[in-house]
């Protein structure tokens, strides 16, 4: 596989981060100020993709709300239930997790899992308008005194604020979608090899987390996932239905996670969104192939 084949598959670009960065141990300095930066670049173009005027439909309130009470409702619940299993230090990483809205690369899986991308594209915008007044709160009622306000607030403004407001721009100069999706790809890998370098020791030295996270991972991310498609299967919903409401139900994003994790406490907080990761990066592999051989 050449270089550029590389650069274009997300699921190649997660798995170098992650081994380069359990075996080099990440950045020797300034791993908060690269995570962050790398994660603005991330969400700027990954919001770059979201055109909330052509998917503004009264029809899609509705899906909006079901998008917000399966991420923001079961699936946060979920998390939560699963996270009050483990010591403070890593119970703060899943309350981070609970807090975050989707991945926005909710967006663009649903139009290759042949789902209802408009929808989608509404669904995610109102999700993260929504994260904005829920994040610090749900974080500050579940952590309280630990997590400094001043911090939180300002890396909520450097992380979604910010690159809400520049992808607009990028929006209008129309970037090729090859070169940004492999830009996009490279931000996560150097993100993901700056967190699982901060926590290399936690890998090698404790493996029962390593155990315990991937277990709760699983269930956290299959089994809310699959667990949503046979209910709605079952309900009568079509496939294109299906499919955004199946990822709003099983992503969440753990790039911004991990980061917040980073910048607000120890590395070691970031463990459950790490290892989270490299299970949904599975996940979308399964997702993918999942509907492509279901017909409705």
Known sequence: MGATRVLESYSAMMV???????????FPILTKELSMASLAILMTL???????????????????VVALLLNYGMLTVVILLLGSMFPEDLWWGWVLMAAAPSAVSVVPFTTIMGGRTSKALFSTSVNYVVALGLMPLMTLAMIGSAVSVESLVTSLLLLIVLPMAVSRLV??????????????????????????????????????????????SIVRTFGTGLGTEFFLRWRGAPKEERI????????????????????????????PATICIVFEVVWIIFAVRFYQRTVK
Not at 47 to 54: A, F, I, K, P, T
Not at 56 to 62: L, S, V
Not at 182 to 206: K, Q
Request: net charge positive.
């Open 16 to 26: 170098i981060g992650l081994a380069l960065g359990v075996i080099l141990g990440g």
């Open 46 to 64: 990954s919001l770059s993709n979201v055109r909330l005027g052509e998917a503004r439909n009264r029809d899609h309130a509705k899906d909006a």
């Open 171 to 216: 929006t209008r100069a129309e970037l090729d979608k090859r070169t940004k999706s492999m830009t996009m790809n490279l931000m996560f890998a150097i993100l993901i090899f700056a967190v699982a370098g901060s926590n290399r020791e936690a890998f090698f030295s404790e493996p029962w987390i390593v155990l315990a996270v991937s277990g709760a």
């Open 244 to 271: 955004p409401q199946v990822l709003f139900a099983s992503y969440k994003n753990l790039g911004l996670t991990a980061t917040l994790a980073i910048a607000l406490f120890e590395p070691i907080v970031a463990v």
